[in-house]
């Protein structure tokens, strides 16, 4: 637990607000080293577990109740420095809930701040418990620190994107044609495991096209099943986990001899992040002018409307997370903060290309976290 990150923040809180409740997230991570675990896609539930998480004041240790299961089979019982309370799996949640808030000797009509992250099964709980409160976001309360990265954070970051380049090394040695993306697809999420990660960031994408291969959004069940064969370019999406740090990676890699087209996108992409690289500029630049200025390219080659998104997002303990690379995002670049840079060419039915690595704002400019494949990939 980095007790430095909480003190500060329980400074930001005494301005604002009375208490603080974070359920188990990446802003309960980040404050206190409560470890997420890797989602699953279905819900799961335990007796009790809309009071999970943690209750922050000014002035008090975080106090953390827990169902009997999350805190036994989820090992949380185990973790050191705070004031774990364990829900029976019979017993009563408010009341356990009362207690907790009783200790804390709040004022009347409390200003209670709740993250973003909370459910609307506990929002609805604690209403009738804290019936006279004033809510606010803690997430909110706490975005002036995540946004901003210490070095030490920086290095945490850097190994997670070490581990998702040492997978996709680990996959172009398995790349076949006639492979499924699906095939792709799971040889990259065992390798990001084999090599460190707790699994995937976000759900591993890959975007396929060219004459023959029309580009698919959003149809995994029809995508994951086609035969990859000769000419097609495919576009890798993912990233790996390093102690609760997100990565976010992309490359291009072509099957068969790439045309002149095939090359020319992937050439203009490159240009592309390398301008937005040397536009995000600490102190001096936007997110929006960090937009403009890698988007120009693809735009001034004619091929403008098929840099379908924005730039790039921040990233850190989630992957999306604000500022945004984009127009209208008006913020100003401070040094320490983390984006992705991740032009692309989507053509539906021609050959497309995105490149991916995450970069820091610096004075004079972006600084890359990673930094192979610069060429396109070709496997012939």
């Not at 999420?189 to 699994?199: P, V």
């Not at 086609?226 to 099957?255: E, H, K």
């Not at 937009?291 to 921040?314: C, M, Q, S, W």
Request: glycine residues 10%.
């Amino acid at each position: 637990m980095s007790n430095d990150r909480l003190r500060q923040f329980q400074e930001i809180l005494g301005q604002h607000a009375d208490l603080a409740f974070f359920p188990i997230s990446s802003d309960l991570q980040y404050l206190t080293g409560v470890p997420r675990d890797f989602p699953n896609y279905g819900n799961t539930i335990h007796p009790g577990d809309w009071l999970e998480g943690a209750w922050i004041t000014p002035n008090h240790a975080p106090v953390l109740p827990l169902p009997r299961m999350t805190a036994e089979f989820g090992g949380l019982n185990r973790l050191e420095g705070l004031d774990i309370r364990v829900l029976g799996d019979w017993d009563d949640p408010s009341d356990m809930v009362r207690g907790i808030l009783e200790g804390f000797n709040l004022p009347a009509n409390p200003r209670v701040a709740i993250s973003n992250f909370a459910t609307g099964e506990t929002v609805s709980h604690l209403q009738p418990i804290l019936p006279d409160a004033v809510w606010l976001s803690a997430t909110k309360l706490l975005h002036p620190m995540r946004v901003l990265k210490t070095e030490a954070d920086i290095e945490l970051m850097k190994e997670a994107g070490r581990i998702t380049e040492a997978a996709f090394a680990e996959t172009l040695t398995s790349l076949r044609h006639g492979m499924t993306e699906l095939e792709i697809v799971e040889e990259v999420n065992f390798q990001l495991r084999k090599h460190g990660s707790l699994g995937q960031s976000f759900t591993t994408s890959l975007y396929n096209s060219g004459p023959d291969h029309p580009l698919l959004w959003g149809a995994r069940m029809e995508s994951w099943h086609r035969a990859l064969n000769p000419p097609v370019s495919i576009l890798f999406d993912f990233g790996g986990i390093y102690q609760g740090w997100c990565y976010d990676f992309g490359r291009t890699v072509f099957f068969g001899e790439p045309n002149d087209e095939a090359r020319r996108v992937h050439r203009l992409i490159m240009e592309s992040q390398a301008a937005g690289i040397a536009a995000l500029k600490a102190g001096e630049a936007t997110t929006t002018a960090t937009d403009r200025a890698a988007r120009k390219v693809i735009e001034d080659a004619g091929y403008g409307e098929t840099f379908r998104h924005r730039l790039g997002h921040a990233i850190g303990m989630d992957v999306h997370e604000p500022p945004f690379l984009t127009e209208g995002d008006e913020t100003p670049l401070q040094e320490g903060m983390l984006f992705t840079i991740e032009p692309s060419i989507m053509q539906v039915n021609d050959y497309s290309a995105r490149i991916e690595d995450v970069v820091v704002a610096r004075p004079g400019g972006g600084e890359k976290l990673t930094h192979g494949w610069q060429d396109l990939i070709v496997v012939d």
